[in-house]
């Protein structure tokens, strides 16, 4: 059987969103690994939106909490509000209640992505506080350290992400994901889905 691989996320202007679809793209090129994109809910009304200048929300699923038993391994991405996950993936998250008194996640790996409109303004702080969510479920989290390599270590551009895990600076909005930060996505999906596959085999 396959080894699943659910990256699930918030993206309220796409910069989550393109970050996610590059973690599919680096989980589904390990052998053996089927990768899904799912979206949670949306929790704001459309005229608050449309006064945000939010674009319409993409035609990737919407994930109901009971269908995060179905898969092995995790890959959670949002964006930050105060160096914190933004409220509708922590609505997410507090619809769980079932999940975690069963215990149904327990031992799964999960790994974080997210974006952040400044250098400073949550690239370690966001997932940090998220760690605490998966805690509570018995999950396992799966930082990416320094795998990536010399990407790492890059100064010559801007660039977000940290060992916690794959990351953007959206700006004004303006900026999207560099290459750089697609690559290091990318890695993070694919290592993420390596882990999640011999876990599943030496279960």
Same mark, same amino acid.
């Given at each position: 059987m396959a080894t699943k691989v659910y990256i699930v996320y918030y993206s309220m202007y796409g910069h989550v969103e393109k970050l996610a679809e590059a973690i599919k793209k680096g989980a589904s090129s390990v052998e053996g690994v089927e990768a899904k994109m799912w979206q949670v809910a949306e929790t704001l009304p459309q005229e608050v939106l449309s006064k945000m200048s939010a674009p319409p929300k993409s035609d990737v699923p919407i994930i109901s909490p009971h269908q995060l038993s179905e898969a092995d391994?995790?890959?959670?991405?949002?964006?930050? &509000?105060?160096?914190?996950? #933004?409220?509708?993936?922590?609505?997410?998250?507090?619809? %769980? *209640?079932? !999940?975690? &008194?069963?215990?149904?996640? #327990?031992?799964?790996?999960?790994?974080?992505?997210?974006? %952040? *409109?400044? !250098?400073?303004?949550g690239q370690e702080t966001t997932p940090l506080t998220a760690i605490t969510q998966l805690v509570h479920h018995g999950m396992i989290f799966v930082p990416i350290g320094y795998t990536f390599g010399a990407g790492m270590f890059e100064m010559e551009q801007v660039k977000g992400g940290s060992p916690y895990g794959a990351g953007t600076f959206a700006g004004d909005g303006s900026r999207q994901p560099s290459e750089l930060e697609l690559e290091q996505a990318f890695h993070q999906g694919k290592y993420i889905a390596t882990i999640a596959k011999k876990l599943k085999g030496a279960a």
């Open positions: 391994g995790f890959v959670f991405g949002f964006p930050t &509000r105060f160096g914190m996950m #933004a409220a509708q993936f922590k609505a997410f998250l507090d619809a %769980t *209640g079932g !999940q975690w &008194r069963t215990q149904q996640l #327990a031992g799964k790996p999960a790994g974080i992505f997210y974006s %952040t *409109g400044s !250098q400073g303004g």
